[in-house]
Every structure is written in C-alpha cells, then in structure tokens.
C-alpha cells in the first residue's frame, strides 16, 4: 500500500477552531441553524447585561446627587427631594425573611411527605396541588389576602394578641391595629413560597440514592432516621439553595405585598404596623412619579433590588447546582 | 497449544468453509476502505491509537476485541461521527477508494451519505411512520423524490431485510410497535435504502434474540460482493460466521488482522490467542 | 444506627418508633398546613366568582364603579393578545437558546449562559417592567401593547430555554447518530429529528411557560398599562386581566371588588386550562416516544 500524504487536521486544541475548519463545507442551513442558536443564547447575557446597563445609568443622577443618603435616609419626602430607601429596604428585607422563616419547615414537611413518607396513592395527588398552589397568580393571592386575610388579623388576630395575651405593650405588637401590615405582607409571601420551596426541596430529596436510603433501612433504621441520617444530609445543601430560591421570590414578590402591606415610610419595627418594600414602592409610585430626580431614585431603588436578588439568586443555584452533581 | 481452547470460541468447520469460497474472485463497484495511521481521542483519553487497515471491497471484515478496545471509534471515525462529539480529536487518513475522507474540501455529510450506519442499539426515528424511516436517507440526499419511485424502493429494502411480510400492512405505524429486532431491521433498513457500497455495523445484533441475530447475520451474507462491510462486534462466533477477514483491537490499538480462519486457527499475536481461546474480555 | 446508643445510655426500640411516628405526625401536618390555603381561595373565588359570573361579564366592556353590567372581555383579549406577542418572542430566543444549551453542553459558553438563564429567571418581574418602561415606553412616548408583550416575553426566555434544554438532552444521543450517519446536515438532525422527538415535550414546557407569565401584573404595571375600553392595537395601552383585578381589587366599590373576584377566578381558570392542556399533550405522546427509546415494544 502506498503511503498516502497524512493530512493534519482537528490537532488544534480548541473545538471553536476545529467547526471553523469545517465551515468551508457547511450547508446554508447549517449555518443559519448554528447563528440563530447561538445568537439566541447570547441573547440571554445581553438581556441581563442591557438590564444591569439600563437601570444604572436611570439610576446615576439620584446616586449623584444623593450619594449614601439614598440608602441611610429614613425619610421618603417626594415633594422635599428626600429619597431615603432604609425603611422600603428593611421592609423587603423583614418581610422576606420572617416569610421564610414561617415558610421553611412547612415546605420542608409537605416535601419530606411526598418524597418519602406519603402513602404512594397520596404522592401524586398532593405534588400536584402544591403545584397548583405554585401556579396562582400573585394578584389573586393579593385579592384574597386583602379580602379575607387582612380583615381577620384586624377582627381576631391582633385584638387577640394585645388583649387577651396582653401584648399590647410589646414592641414587636405595636401601633393601632390597622389590617394591613408587615404581618399580613409576611403571611401572604409564607403563603406564596411555600409550594415553591417544597416544590425545589422536594426534587433535591428525590436526587439522594436509593442507595443510601436502603443501606439506613438495612441498618435497623426507622422511617424517621432514615430520613434524618441518609436523606437530610446529603440534601443539605440544596436544602439551604431552596430556602434560598425562595427568600430571592419573597424579596422580588410585587403584587400581593403591595395590595397589603399599607404602603407606609416606616422603619419596620412592628409587627402589626404597616410598613413598604421596594418592589411596592416601585409599583405605587413609578407610574406617576414626578420630576426626573424621583424616577432616577426609583431606578435606584430597582437597582437595590436587582443587585440584592441577583446575589441571593446566584447563591441559591450554585448551592443546588452542588448537591444534584453531587449525584 | 498445551490448553484445548474453548469451543465455544471457535468457529464451526461448516461455516469456515462456506466463507472461504473463493474469496479473491469477486469482481465487485464496492470500493476498497484503507485505515491509515489513525488515532482517534476524546479530550485526553485516545481511544483509537495508530491503527492502519485495509479492507478489500465487496468482503466483510470484523473487528473483535474487548470492550473499550475502541473499536466502536475507530468505526466511527470511517464515517466521521467520531468528531460529532465534543472534545473529540481524529488524526490519520480513511481512504475510500482512493479519496481520503478527512481531505479538507470533503464535505462529512456527503460522506456519511455515501456510507451505511447501523448503531448497537435501534435507532428508528420516532415520530415518523415505518415507511418514512426506510427512506429518510433517501430524502436526506434527494429532496423530490417520486412517490412510486420511494414506494419501490420501501418494497424492495424491506424484503432485503426480510421485514416486508410483517410490516407490509402497517407501514404507516410508529416503529415503536414493532420488537427490537424487527427495529434493527428497519434501521438496517433505513441504512441499506440509499444503496450505499460500505456499511458500517457497530455491534448490531448486540441487543437482539438469537433468531433475529441470525437474520441479519444472513442478511449480512447475502450483501458480500456488493458491499464492503465493516463490522464490529464482540461475539467472536459471529465474526467467524459472517466475515472473510478479521482484526483484533486490544487498548486502542490493532494487534493483528488476517484472514478470518487464519486468526482463528493460528493467531500470530499471543494476546490474540488469549482473547479469542478467552482467557480475557 | 449512630445515634442510637447516646451518652450510653440505650434508646430502646419503642422510643425509636415513638420518635419516628412523631415526626411522621408533624410531616403530615405540615404537608396539610401547606394546601389549607389552596382550599381557602379556591372555595372564596368559587363563592366571589360565581356572584358575578354570567355571560355579560366575558362580552361587556368595564363599567364605571355603581354602573351594573360591566365585563371583562377587553381584558381578555387584552390578555391573549399580550401573550400572543410575548410567545411570539420568548419561543424562538428560548427554543434557540435551549438547543445551544442541549448541544454544546459542555463548553464554557453553555455552562455561563445556563447560570445566567436561572439568575434571569430569578429576576424580580417588576424590575423586568421598569427596564422594558425605559427601554421602549419612554422613547416612544407611550405605554403600549408592545412593550407589555415584550415584558413578558422576556420573562418567558428563560423558562422556555431550560425546559428546551432539558427535554432535548432526553432525546438519545445514538438517535442524533443515526441520523447524522444518515448524512443529515445538522440543522437537519436537531430539527427534524431531535426537536420532533422532543416535541411533546416543548410543547408542554411552553404552554407551562405561557401559563405563568399570563397572571403576571408588576410587569404590565407600566407597561401595557391598562385601558377600560376597547383595543387591540400593538401601540396603544391595553387592559390585561391581572391589571383589572388588581384595580378593582383596591378600589373603594363595592361592585368592582365583587367584579375582582370574577376577574380572577376567570383567570386562574385560564391559568389551569393552559397546564392541563400542557400536560395532557406530553402524557398521551410520551409513552410513544418511551416505546421507541427505549428499543422496542415487548415482544
């Protein structure tokens, strides 16, 4: 046989260089196929990028000229160019976190009921209305709360709580017992990030091995330590990555927080008293904001709030990403 | 040999024989498929490691070995499906009648056209009838094809493939109603449809029943002369059975190839004769 | 078991289950916890709802509050349309962006626009609206149909890409083989083969994805904006179903709070037909996809 020249081809490292060398040979539609894939996942980065770019450069002549004060002031005055965000932050913040706090061992239970402790016949029956839960939309939870929910912590709740507990006197329960609050904003979102917490945690519990259940059974195990020695702990961490996915919705969550919450400039110290988060501010005032410098310091206020839910968003998916490689 | 190999690896007298006939006499449009020098990786790990092969036209030549020996690859870098995979790296020339199928202006499409694939595995395409996989390579290579023309065609591959009596009244059923090895039929099928002169057979009968093994085993006997076949297999009585020449492929690497009985009978290589007397793999 | 035997002294085998029947106990009580307010608004929207349900409220424009026979049916328009739009740009970026994902797994493009798709998603929907306000409502001037749709198709992207992704990487790899050793070109493979075996499957992911962005608000808020009367025209404010429950809802009338609830059981009713419909479409195709995948049916 003779020994035919040997082309080199494909030796460089790289497969980007390696398709180029083919695409003398590509069909049209090939190449239309690859640029239109590609430039649709590229759109993805520009979009978050433009998002970031938009609301900074909207955002720039309220930092500019109120520099700190944006964040420290505690006084929202529209009229007196006073844009201090402190309140409306600490709001977003104390709101979402005592949602997740209520929300986190419930989700928890109903995703350690379907994932393993359900009678088989309950398993999909119960998955799916917590998916059904996760599919109301947020202003239909806002029409409810504000119907059914703020009129009874207003007749029952909170009378109960100052009166027959003697609470009145309490910080956390102070101020008139208006209805709508930062207690009906935090049970609310509980409400809304329940099923998606349980909905997250439970197909992290569904990631963990068979395996590794079996081998606790084979052990001796009951039902419960089974679940507390093989399943919790090698979930952990996307366990902490859901309540996280979930604090990042109640941070963002608009409409039901705006319909209930009271929409009040006050640092959010009580219980019972109304309070504001960003996400309501944004939506009370935007529309009719008045002079450049009040839409510049709502962007800002967008700003905070993209810069805080990316952050906890980002978090929150590395740490999930983490347990299902795990697998 | 101080052991009496295992019989089980040897093939039957009969068999041998019947491939023997005469084997140099065929005159044949098949074309002749040389390997040269190819080595065939997947980011750090080769998989195929300079390996040179001639396979004479219109013959059927098996590759043995055990798993992971790369055989697998090296067939797929004959008809360059090895570089569809990320990370992976071809060196080396595939000459097809002459014309190497790496040289820079080939297009691997057209190639792979022009080549016959059947997977370990059936692959019938679902949500197409029966009728639409036999022809979809046809379709692929031709747009307007006549409908009468297909319909031939659909009548005639699948009686190659012994499948038109069963399937004849359903063909516009989802292949998903068929057995798997009524599948890999179809697939062979699909493969056969476009008349191609080399097929490449990557373990096909390696999830079927033993009955419809040895239909396509005859299936393939029957293409010898009209088509070069390389096939891959791991059942060294089917190698025996169906192929004139067979080679041997041990860590990516070739360890001999030779005439079929003659790697059977009086292997060359020590490590041939480990394998196939099946002191491993 | 490691903790069974703790500070030497033994746990017997009956405090073990005791303990274990406990938790039990607090799982299923949770778990019930959870779905009370599932039972809660499904049966008030049933009761609110059903007060003003009847055929003048899906063909009647809104009515000024204390004027009786008013209707919903530009809301419900308004809405079809903006999701019409809003599919019309979230499919083709998110279908496109999922087949990148599904076929260049691995590279570090992929791995990148993969987090930044869920960070994306992540994204509170009001920011979404105010970016699209100063994108498109500010320069043109107006609140618009358009810049609505365009709200929420950006919302959709990321829901369709990942979903894409994950339908398409379930699509055997020797399938793609097959047809690539066919000479398929490779657009030709992942469309006619790839993206038609996965169909059902993104076909149910979209209409999941249609289904969430159709109750969103905060991003119509400035936006599509809202309209009592009638429009259907891309550059002009739109009413949209969320919009008008949530006016009505915190308005001071009596008869438009009644109207809200309506409002919403209509739209929760357009929300569960769309997942339904999604998931009847992937059950009745899959176990066809399965029987093929999987090599055959028994024989």
């Known amino acids: ?173 102070a101020g008139p017992a208006y209805g709508p609050s930062l207690l009906a904003a935090a049970l609310v979102l509980t409400i809304m990030i329940l099923p998606f917490i349980a909905a997250v945690a439970r197909e992290v519990l569904q990631a963990v091995p068979r395996s590794q259940r079996e081998a606790a059974l084979a052990l001796g195990a009951t039902r419960w330590e089974m679940i507390r020695d093989a399943v919790l702990p090698n979930a952990r961490a996307g366990l902490v990555g859901a309540m996280i996915l979930g604090l990042g919705r109640a941070l963002g969550e608009t409409m039901a927080v705006t319909m209930v919450i009271g929409n009040a400039h006050l640092l959010p110290t009580s219980l019972f008293q109304p309070a504001y988060t960003i996400a309501s501010l944004l939506a009370n005032q935007f529309a009719e904001a008045s002079g450049p410098l009040h839409v510049s310091a709502l962007m800002a206020a967008a700003g905070v709030l993209l810069a805080v839910t990316i952050v906890v968003n980002g978090f929150a998916r590395w740490l999930v990403r983490r347990t299902e490689q795990q697998r | 040999m101080s052991r009496e190999p295992a019989v089980t690896a040897r093939p039957t007298p009969a068999v041998l024989a019947r491939v023997d006939v005469a084997p140099d006499a065929i005159h044949t449009a098949a074309p002749t498929l040389r390997i040269h020098q190819l080595t065939a990786s997947y980011g750090e790990r080769v998989a195929v490691r300079d390996v040179s092969l001639e396979c004479a036209p219109g013959r059927v030549t098996a590759i043995i070995g055990p798993s992971g020996c790369g055989k697998s690859s090296l067939l797929r870098c004959v008809n360059r499906l090895h570089e569809s995979v990320v990370d992976a790296r071809v060196s080396g020339a595939v000459h097809l009648d002459g014309r190497d199928v790496y040289a820079h202006d080939v297009d691997p499409v057209e190639i792979r056209r022009r080549i016959g694939f059947v997977s370990q595995r059936p692959t019938p395409f679902p949500m197409m009838s029966i009728r639409d996989n036999v022809v979809a390579g046809l379709r692929a290579a031709t747009p307007r094809l006549d409908a009468r023309a297909l319909d031939a065609c659909v009548e005639r591959t699948l009686r190659r493939v012994g499948l038109w009596d069963e399937v004849a009244r359903r063909l516009d059923d989802d292949p998903a109603s068929l057995s798997g090895g009524q599948q890999q039929r179809l697939c062979l099928a699909r493969a056969l449809a476009p008349e191609p002169r080399l097929l490449l057979l990557d373990e096909p009968t390696a999830s079927l029943d033993p009955l419809s093994t040895q239909r396509v085993e005859e299936l393939v006997y029957t293409l010898r002369g009209d088509v070069t076949v390389l096939i891959v297999t791991h059942n060294l009585q089917q190698a025996a059975r169906v192929s004139d020449t067979t080679a041997f492929m041990l860590d990516g690497e070739l360890i001999e190839a030779a005439r079929t009985r003659a790697l059977f009978t009086t292997p060359a290589d020590a490590r041939t004769e480990a394998y196939i007397t099946g002191r491993f793999g | 078991m490691p903790r069974t035997a703790r500070g030497g002294e033994q746990t017997t085998l009956q405090a073990r289950r005791r303990r274990s029947a406990i938790m039990t106990s607090l799982v299923w009580c949770a778990s019930a916890i959870c779905l009370l307010p599932l039972v809660l608004i499904t049966a008030h929207l049933l009761v609110g709802g059903a007060r003003v349900l009847g055929p003048r409220f899906f063909t009647a424009l809104p009515t000024p509050p204390g004027v009786s026979g008013g209707g919903i049916a530009n809301g419900i328009a308004g809405t079809l349309l903006l999701l019409l739009v809003a599919a019309a740009i979230g499919l083709p970026i998110g279908l496109g962006a999922g087949l990148f994902l599904a076929e260049r797994t691995r590279t570090r493009l992929a791995e990148t626009v993969r987090f930044l798709a869920d960070v994306l998603s992540g994204l509170p929907s009001i920011v979404i609206g105010i970016f699209v306000w100063e994108l498109i409502v500010r320069p043109s001037g107006q609140f618009s149909a358009l810049a609505g749709g365009v709200a929420l198709g950006v919302l959709m992207i990321p829901l369709i890409t990942r979903a894409t992704e994950a339908m398409v990487q379930l699509v055997p790899n020797a399938l793609r083989e097959a047809a690539l050793a066919l000479g398929y070109s490779r657009a030709r493979t992942s469309l006619t083969i790839v993206l038609r075996t996965a169909l059902p499957g993104i076909v149910t992911a979209s209409l999941l994805a249609v289904a969430r962005v159709a109750g969103e608000t905060a991003p119509l808020l400035f936006t599509a904006f809202g309209t009592p009367y009638w429009s259907l025209r891309l550059d002009a404010p739109i009413a949209a179903l969320p919009l008008q429950i949530f006016n009505y809802a915190t308005s001071p009338y009596d008869d438009w709070r009644a109207q809200a609830w309506g409002g919403a059981l209509v739209l929760i009713v357009l929300v569960f037909a769309l997942s339904w419909l999604a998931r009847r479409v992937t059950e009745s195709r899959r176990e066809r996809l399965n029987a093929t995948v999987a090599g055959g049916a028994a024989e």
């Open chain 1, 1 to 173: 046989m003779a020994a035919p020249p040997i082309p080199s081809f494909a030796t460089d490292q790289s497969r980007a260089r390696e398709s180029s060398r083919q695409r003398g040979v590509q069909s049209i539609g090939d190449r239309l196929y690859g640029g239109w894939i590609t430039a649709s996942a590229l759109v993805i980065p520009a979009l978050l990028l433009l998002v970031a770019v938009v609301i900074a450069i909207s955002a720039w002549p309220a930092v500019q000229s109120l520099g700190w004060r944006l964040l420290t002031d505690t006084t929202w005055d529209v009229p007196h160019a006073r844009f201090g965000l402190l309140p409306a932050l600490l709001g977003t913040l104390a709101s979402s976190v005592l949602a997740l706090t209520l929300a986190t061992p419930l989700a928890f239970g109903a995703a350690i009921f379907v994932s393993e402790l359900a009678p088989p016949r309950l398993r999909r029956p119960v998955a799916l209305l917590i998916d059904g839960l996760a599919a109301i939309p947020s202003v239909v939870y806002g029409l409810w709360a504000l119907v059914v929910l703020v009129p009874w912590l207003r007749r029952d709740v909170m009378p109960f709580v100052r009166d027959t507990l003697a609470l009145g006197n309490v910080p956390l329960f």
